[in-house]
C-alpha cells in the first residue's frame, strides 16, 4: 500500500514538472510529426515525403521477392515510396511454368499479398519473352495448333490466376530487334507472327478488365526500333487487337541525350496508348570502367537524366500517364554491375538506401 502511494506521487510529480516546464516554453514547442506507416528502425519516420505522395501518376519499383522478404530497409523504402510493383522475375515463365501445366506461383503470391496488403498496384511482367522461355516449352515437338494450344494454355492460367488482383501485364517483351525487325523466337517459329495477335487475344480472353501492354527497349537510341514499335502497335489497334499501352523499358544512360529521351516518350505516346517508363535506370560507367567512384559531377549528370525522363512522362495527357517504375530499388540491388561487369549506381537510392541526387531530379521533373 505504501509502495502504491510513493508510485502514485512519483507520477504526479513527473506530470507536474513536465507540465510546468512545457507551458513556460509554448512557443518553442513543435508538433511531434506523425508516423508514416514503415518501421521506426529502418526509413525516416520525420521526413514523410515520398514519390507516390508527390506524383500525380504512380511510381514503382521492380521487386525482388528474397530482398523483400529479408531486407527491412529495402521493404520498408518500398512501402514509403512506391504505390506500383513489379516483379523483377517471379512472374517470368521460367520461374512460373515448370512444365505444361506445371505452375509455380510461390514467388509470385508473395509479390500479390504484399502489394495488396501495402495498396499497390501491381504491374505483371512478362507473359512472353524470348529470354524466358523454359526449356520444356523449347524443347516442344507438335503443329501449329498445338504450339497455339500450349500459348493459350499458358497466358490464361497466369492472366486467370491474378484476374481482379492484377491491373496491367507486359503481354508481349522484346519482339522487336534494333533494326525494326521481328525478333527470332519460338513462337514465331512455330505459330508464324501471328503469335503477337494470340498473345494480346488469349490475355484479354482470360481477363477483360486488366491492361495490355507491349513492353520494349532501346527505343531511346534506335529510330529503327521507334518507328517500328509504333507501326507495330498502331496495326494492332486498326486490326481491333486488345492492347492498351507500351511499356518504354529505358535502360539508358548517362551519356543518352535529353532529347533522345523524351523523344521516345513523346513518340511512343503518338500512337494514344498509355505510356509506362517501365524498367528505368541511368548507368554512370556506359564505359564499363573499372576504376570509377561515384562523384558529385556523376551525380548531376545522372540527376540531369532522372529528371528530363520524369518531366516528358509528366507532360503526356493524363490519360497516357500510366506510371514511372525503376529497375530495382537501391545500387546494390541492381541488374547493372553484375550484367555489365563494371560498378555503376543506376537507381535514386544509394547502397543504404538513402536519396540520392537522381531521387531529386524525378521530384523536379514533377513540377
Ligand atoms: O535466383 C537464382 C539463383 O538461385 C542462382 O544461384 C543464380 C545463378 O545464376 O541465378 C539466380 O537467378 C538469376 C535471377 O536474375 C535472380 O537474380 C538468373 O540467373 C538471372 O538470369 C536473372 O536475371 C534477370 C534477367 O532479367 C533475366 O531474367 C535479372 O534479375 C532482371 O533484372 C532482368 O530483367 C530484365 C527484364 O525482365 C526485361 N528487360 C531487361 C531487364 C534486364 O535484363
Redesign the pocket.
Known amino acids: 500500500m505504501k509502495s502504491m502511494h510513493f508510485h502514485k506521487f512519483l507520477w504526479m510529480f513527473i506530470a507536474s514538472m513536465f507540465l510546468f516546464f512545457s507551458c513556460g516554453n509554448s512557443e518553442d514547442i513543435t508538433p511531434i510529426p506523425i508516423p508514416d506507416t514503415i518501421p521506426i528502425d529502418t526509413v525516416s519516420t520525420v521526413d514523410t515525403t515520398s514519390l507516390k505522395k508527390v506524383s500525380p501518376f504512380p511510381f514503382g519499383a ?1 521487386l525482388n521477392v528474397y530482398l523483400l522478404k529479408n531486407n527491412t530497409k529495402y521493404r520498408s523504402t518500398v512501402i514509403k515510396e512506391f504505390n506500383s510493383v513489379t516483379p ?2 517471379a512472374m ?1 515463365m521460367k520461374n512460373i511454368s515448370l512444365g505444361r501445366g506445371l505452375y509455380n506461383w510461390t514467388d509470385a503470391d508473395y509479390i500479390v499479398d504484399f502489394a495488396q496488403q501495402n495498396g499497390m498496384r501491381i504491374h505483371g ?2 507473359l512472353v ?1 524470348y ?2 522461355t523454359p526449356d520444356w516449352v523449347t524443347n516442344f515437338v507438335g503443329t501449329k495448333e498445338d504450339w497455339k494450344q500450349i500459348l493459350h494454355e499458358y497466358i490464361v492460367a497466369v492472366v486467370g490466376k491474378y484476374k481482379g488482383k492484377i491491373s496491367s501485364w507486359d503481354v508481349l ?2 519482339a522487336i530487334n534494333d533494326d525494326g525487325t521481328s525478333r527470332d523466337c519460338v513462337w514465331l517459329q512455330n505459330i508464324g507472327i501471328e503469335y503477337i495477335d494470340l498473345c494480346f487475344q488469349y490475355a484479354r480472353e482470360a481477363d477483360p478488365d486488366v491492361l495490355l501492354f507491349y513492353n520494349e ?1 532501346g527505343t531511346e537510341y534506335s529510330s529503327a526500333k521507334r518507328t517500328a514499335v509504333n507501326k507495330l502497335v498502331n496495326d494492332l489497334i486498326g486490326r481491333s487487337i486488345p492492347i492498351d499501352g507500351i511499356g518504354l ?1 529505358m ?1 539508358t544512360s548517362i551519356a543518352r541525350s535529353n532529347s533522345d529521351i523524351q523523344n521516345a516518350i513523346t513518340v511512343a505516346a503518338q500512337t494514344g496508348l498509355k505510356i509506362h517508363v517501365a ?1 528505368f535506370d541511368i548507368k554512370v560507367n556506359p564505359d564499363k570502367l573499372q576504376d570509377i567512384t561515384y562523384n558529385a559531377t556523376l551525380a548531376a549528370a545522372q540527376k540531369e537524366k532522372y529528371k528530363v525522363a520524369a518531366k516528358a512522362l509528366f507532360d503526356l495527357p493524363t490519360t497516357q500517364r500510366y506510371g514511372f517504375t525503376f ?1 530495382g530499388v537501391c545500387d546494390t540491388n541492381s ?1 547493372i554491375p553484375a ?1 555489365y561487369g563494371c560498378p555503376d549506381w543506376p537507381l535514386p537510392f544509394d547502397s543504404d538506401y538513402n536519396r540520392k541526387d537522381a531521387y531529386y531530379g524525378i521530384l523536379e521533373g514533377l513540377k
Open positions: 521492380a523483377e522475375n517470368k511482367h512478362a519473352w529470354k524466358s517483351n522484346e527497349y523499358q535502360h524498367e529497375w541488374w550484367e
